[in-house]
C-alpha cells in the first residue's frame, strides 16, 4: 500500500474561504476535507497518512517559513509520494502546490503529483524547475471536475509511490516540463524525420519528437520624455468599480473592461466603491479603494507638475483570467489608450 500526503489549501481543507486565507500551516493526522475524496479513489491501493493544508495569503505573504513547516511534516511522516492540489484556475493556490512539490522533490527526493487547469499561471513554474520528480496533472477550470482530477491524481499516485517508470508527457497524460530523454528506438532519426517531413506536406497529422515553445516577445517602450509633462492612464485588475457593479462584472471569469470617469475626484470615498473579485478578501479594499486605485497618491505627484492624469482608469477583475482573454482584452485596451494619444501607463498590483 502505498503511503501518502495530501496538501491543500484552507478552502479545500474545510477552513473557510477568503477570511480564512491567512491561517498557517496546520497537519491532521490522515484524510480531512478534499483529502478524504482522495482517499476514497486510492481505495485500498494507497493511504492519506497525514492531511497539510495552509492559507492561500499565509503562504505567499510568509513562504519561506510556510515550506519549511511543510517539508518539516512531511518529512516525519515518509510517505512515498506527495500529492499537492488539485487548485484548478487559483493561482495563489496553484504556485502553493507547485513551490511545495518542487521543495519536496528537490529537498526530500520524495516524487510530488499536483495538479490544476492548463492557464493557471503556476504551470509557467512548473516548467521552469525541470524537477524529474514533479509531474502536473491538467483539469478542468473549477471544482466541478473535482472527482476526475482527485481519480487522476490518485491514480498517478500509486504509480509514482510504487516506483514504477513513467514514459514521456504525450502518452501518460501530463502536463510537459521541456525534459528530454534519450530513448533508443528501432528506427534511425533520418527516417522518422523524412516520415513527420511528408505527414506535414501531405497535410497529415504528425507529433514531432523536439517539441518547441514559442513565447511571446514583449518589447519595451521607450522611455518618456522629460521635456514635456505626459498624460497617464491606470489600469487595474483588481476590481474596483463604482458602488453596485453597474456593469456586472463578475468576480472571475471575465471577457470584458470598462473605463470610468475620475475626472472630477480627489480620492476615492469608502461606500461609494467597491471591489468585485473573488481572487482576494475584498472587505480590505472596500474600506480603502486606494489599495486598488491609488487615486489620492497619483493627485497629489499630478499637483507637483509631474504628469497628467488621464481623466478615466480601466479596470477589469483578472481573477481566473484566461490568458487567451485577457491578451484581447489588453490588445483592445492598448487600441484606447493609443487612440485617447495616451503616453504612460500605471499597471496597479492587485
Excluded at 471544482?143 to 476526475?148: D, L, Q, R, T
Aim: proline residues 7%.
Amino acid at each position: 500500500m502505498v503511503t501518502v500526503v495530501h496538501v491543500i489549501n484552507q478552502f479545500f481543507a474545510g477552513l473557510g474561504g477568503e477570511d480564512k486565507a491567512g491561517v498557517p500551516v496546520g497537519t491532521a493526522e490522515g484524510a480531512t476535507g478534499a483529502a478524504r475524496g482522495l482517499q476514497a479513489q486510492l481505495g485500498d491501493k494507497g493511504k492519506v497518512v497525514a492531511t497539510i493544508y495552509f492559507g492561500d495569503n499565509y503562504f505567499h505573504e510568509h513562504p519561506e517559513e510556510a515550506k519549511a513547516a511543510i517539508l518539516k511534516e512531511i518529512g516525519s511522516r515518509k510517505p512515498q509520494v506527495v500529492v499537492a492540489g488539485p487548485a484548478f484556475n487559483s493561482g495563489r493556490y496553484g504556485v502553493g502546490c507547485v513551490e511545495v512539490c518542487h521543495g519536496v522533490a528537490e529537498s526530500l527526493g520524495i516524487p510530488c503529483v499536483t495538479a490544476m487547469h492548463e492557464e493557471n499561471p503556476a504551470v509557467d513554474a512548473y516548467r521552469g524547475y525541470h524537477d524529474l520528480n514533479v509531474y502536473l496533472l491538467p483539469t478542468r477550470e473549477t471544482a466541478a471536475g473535482m472527482n476526475e482530477a482527485l481519480m487522476a491524481m490518485a491514480g498517478f499516485a500509486c504509480r509514482l509511490g510504487s516506483g514504477e517508470e513513467l514514459g514521456p508527457a504525450r502518452e501518460e497524460g501530463y502536463i510537459p516540463r521541456g525534459i528530454r530523454r534519450l530513448e533508443r528506438t528501432d528506427r534511425p532519426g533520418v527516417e522518422r524525420a523524412v516520415e513527420m517531413l511528408l505527414k506535414r506536406l501531405r497535410n497529415e497529422p504528425f507529433v514531432t519528437e523536439v517539441p518547441v515553445q514559442i513565447w511571446d516577445r514583449a518589447v519595451p517602450a521607450p522611455p518618456l520624455s522629460p521635456e514635456r509633462q505626459a498624460t497617464i492612464a491606470v489600469i487595474t485588475t483588481s476590481g474596483v468599480v463604482p458602488w453596485g457593479n453597474p456593469d456586472r462584472f463578475k468576480t472571475y471569469r471575465n471577457t470584458f473592461w470598462q473605463k470610468y470617469n475620475i475626472s472630477e475626484l480627489k480620492v476615492l470615498e469608502p461606500g461609494k466603491w467597491e471591489a468585485v473579485h473573488g481572487g482576494y478578501n475584498v472587505a480590505f479594499m472596500n474600506q480603502n479603494p486606494h489599495y486598488g486605485l491609488p487615486l489620492d497618491a497619483l493627485r497629489a505627484s499630478e499637483s507637483d507638475g509631474r504628469f497628467r492624469l488621464y481623466h478615466s482608469y480601466y479596470v477589469v477583475p483578472g481573477n481566473q483570467g484566461s490568458p487567451s482573454v485577457m491578451k484581447r482584452i489588453g490588445q483592445e485596451i492598448a487600441a484606447d489608450l493609443k487612440k485617447e494619444q495616451i503616453d504612460g501607463v500605471l499597471l496597479v498590483a492587485t
